[in-house]
């Protein structure tokens, strides 16, 4: 059987049919590599047409991880899937506040979702920070309320929620929310969306290819 042994050369080939595929999409460059990695993460076509990635947002996330900023995640997946290695070349941290017991706690004695909680958690520690929702719309949901109210102030958000219920709708709110953004229109998304447009960011900012 011949196939494809080296994981570089899979990558670039995969690369190639997605470039052949889809087009440059009128995107810039930074735009198009978050793009293409996606697609490349999902293996779906599709989502060159689903992606929504805010004017701004290549030079301001890749600023901030230049300058050290953390990401917050909602869950623990997205969390093991950004490359720590490269966020420390900054100095930041990939945080999660999900499995915190005073967490836990808040969310079962008020009946809403930890998601929601860690969210109010991790606020004071958003500034300037880039936060990262791949699973939870009640994550994103809640962090557009904080923000409004001024207790959350991050440089950027990758929403990516997914699911029937609230996904769409937290993705079209955060769309509206006047804040650098990387979301996916309509049920589709997912933690392995989250995790490889912020791993593209990562790459951005270390490549020196923050400007679009």
Same mark, same amino acid.
């Given at each position: 059987?011949?196939?494809? *042994? ?23 460059? $930074?735009?198009? @590599? ?5 697609? *490349?993460?999902? &293996?779906? /076509? ?7 990635? *805010? ?7 890749? #600023? ?26 900054? &100095? ?12 836990? %706690? ?6 809403? #979702? ?13 500034? $300037?920070? /880039?936060?990262?929702? $791949? %699973? ?6 809640? /962090? /557009? ?14 929403? #990516? ?16 929310? &006047? ?10 998304? &997912?933690?392995?969306?989250?995790? @490889?447009?912020? %791993? ?13």
């Amino acid at each position: 059987m011949s196939f494809i *042994h080296d994981p570089r050369a899979i990558e670039a080939h995969s690369r190639e049919i997605i470039a052949a595929r889809v087009g440059d999409l009128g995107l810039g460059r $930074g735009e198009r @590599a978050i793009v293409t990695r996606i697609i *490349h993460a999902t &293996g779906d /076509l599709d989502y060159a047409r689903l992606v929504v990635i *805010h004017p701004r947002l290549v030079q301001a996330a890749t #600023t901030a991880l230049r300058q050290g900023a953390d990401i917050i995640t909602d869950i623990e997946m997205v969390r093991q899937g950004i490359s720590s290695q490269m966020l420390a070349r900054g &100095g930041g941290r990939v945080i999660c506040a999900i499995r915190e017991k005073e967490v836990i %706690n808040a969310a079962a004695a008020r009946g809403v #979702t930890r998601a929601m909680v860690a969210m109010e958690y991790l606020a004071p520690r958003m500034a $300037g920070a /880039l936060v990262a929702i $791949g %699973n939870a719309p009640t994550a994103l949901f809640r /962090l /557009l309320e904080l923000m409004a109210a001024g207790l959350a102030a991050p440089a950027a958000i990758i929403g #990516t929620p997914v699911g029937f219920v609230g996904a769409a709708e937290a993705k079209a709110a955060l769309e509206t929310a &006047g804040i650098p953004f990387v979301t996916v229109r309509g049920t589709r998304g &997912g933690s392995t969306v989250a995790v @490889a447009a912020v %791993n593209a960011l990562l790459h951005l900012a270390w490549e020196g290819e923050g400007d679009n």
